[in-house]
């Protein structure tokens, strides 16, 4: 069976769905992130991606473990989380490098990375040194250092999963209730907190291992209350996005979304479990057919988040700059074709580039 098998191809389409979406949210004047999930819900693409990460995780976990075996699975994903802080420093690097080049063209943007890089003017070693321990993490960076622990507790995680989800549950739940409490304790610059507190997301990324690993939405909707949890799914996403419709563009606090709130978490729950539904009716597959490219996008997950972080902090400057920081609907729509078409183009160049690589280097040996 062909590596290409073993994928899923709504999960293919969800992640880079997901992608896309993340990178119009964080373009301020965008017009498409005016009716993306954050603004009917009070939670955003974060949750899913967070989930749908845990699911991914959990997938690739079973199959090396029926291809190979499960210390060669731990060995994989100990290897995964170097790779994803390589590629958060490579992240951090680049936020800094785009505000270094944006602020010598005169872009005043308010989304800029400028502390880190006056930081990093003043006193190079010690804010290189801040990076790469984690201490510092420059804008858009920060999901990255949370996805490493979650790669690194893969191998304690998973194997519960399998055999005792409730355990794997209980012990997330109290994790998650003492995050705030535990967020201190993160390696941080003074006066500066992690993005996300990976001892209250992990819960998401758990709820997406245990989504895989057994059976739940299958034995919960075949129950005979299964009609019961769809409805009260039903009324929390409607009470949800009749509550944001109401508050309009006011912006929650930031601690409900570092510390994961537990309205955001029952929010996203009503939202996946209709999804789930969704998935069973075959709508998401004739979906990820229909739009290949997306599937694409999320099956480049760790070359589309960087890319994305990068094309959306220049897209976002740089209108900014441009409109003063008013909305202009037309250039809001050409910002958002822009980013959109750079994402695309960086995955679809990703596969000739990876073939190019290595027979230049073949041919330069």
Same mark, same amino acid.
């Given at each position: 069976m062909s590596k290409s098998s073993h994928r899923l191809v709504e999960l293919d389409f969800f992640r880079g769905l997901v992608l896309l979406i993340i990178v119009v949210d964080h373009i301020g004047g965008s017009i498409v992130s005016r009716v993306t999930l954050h603004a009917y819900a009070l939670c955003d693409a974060a949750e899913v991606f967070?989930?749908?990460?845990?699911? @991914? +995780? $959990?997938?690739?976990?079973? @199959?090396?473990?029926?291809?190979?075996?499960?210390? $060669?699975? /731990?060995? #994989?994903?100990?290897? /995964? $989380?170097?790779? &994803?802080? #390589? %590629?958060?420093?490579? +992240?951090?690097?680049?936020?800094?490098?785009?505000?270094? &080049?944006?602020?010598?063209?005169?872009?005043? @943007?308010?989304?800029?990375? +400028?502390?880190?890089?006056?930081?990093?003017?003043? %006193?190079?070693? $010690?804010?290189l040194r801040d990076i790469v321990l984690l201490r510092r993490q420059p804008y858009l960076a920060g999901v990255l250092p949370m996805y490493a622990c979650f790669a690194l507790a893969a191998p304690l995680a998973l194997p519960l999963a399998r055999t005792r989800p409730w355990l794997l549950l209980v012990v997330s739940l109290a994790l998650w209730g003492v995050a705030p409490h535990l967020a201190p304790w993160l390696p941080h610059v003074e006066d500066v907190q992690w993005d996300f507190n990976p001892f209250g997301w992990q819960l998401m990324f758990v709820l997406g291992v245990i989504a895989q690993a057994q059976p739940v939405f299958q034995r919960a909707s075949a129950h #005979?209350?299964?009609?019961?949890?769809?409805?009260?799914?039903?009324?929390?996403?409607?009470?949800?996005? &009749?509550? /944001?419709?109401?508050?309009?563009?006011?912006?929650?606090?930031?601690?409900?979304? /570092?510390?994961?709130?537990?309205?955001?978490?029952?929010?996203?729950?009503?939202i996946a479990w209709l999804t789930a539904h969704a998935i069973r009716l075959g709508w998401a597959r004739r979906l990820a057919h229909a739009l290949p490219w997306v599937g694409l996008v999320g099956r480049k997950g760790m070359l589309s988040f960087v890319a994305g972080a990068v094309i959306s902090l220049t897209v976002d400057s740089v209108l900014y700059w441009y409109t003063d920081g008013y909305l202009d609907v037309p250039l809001g729509l050409v910002a958002d074709a822009v980013a959109i078409s750079a994402l695309l183009i960086v995955a679809r160049a990703s596969g000739p580039l990876k073939r190019l690589l290595p027979s230049r280097a073949k041919a330069s040996a």
């Open positions: 967070v989930f749908l990460g845990g699911f @991914a +995780t $959990a997938t690739a976990w079973a @199959a090396l473990c029926s291809r190979h075996t499960e210390a $060669a699975a /731990r060995q #994989r994903f100990l290897k /995964r $989380a170097f790779e &994803i802080y #390589r %590629a958060f420093v490579v +992240t951090a690097l680049l936020m800094l490098l785009v505000t270094a &080049i944006l602020v010598a063209c005169n872009v005043d @943007a308010p989304n800029l990375a +400028t502390t880190d890089l006056d930081d990093l003017t003043l %006193a190079p070693a $010690a804010a #005979r209350l299964g009609s019961l949890v769809t409805l009260a799914a039903l009324a929390v996403v409607a009470a949800a996005a &009749i509550y /944001r419709l109401q508050l309009g563009n006011v912006a929650l606090d930031s601690d409900f979304k /570092r510390n994961l709130a537990w309205f955001r978490m029952l929010n996203f729950l009503g």
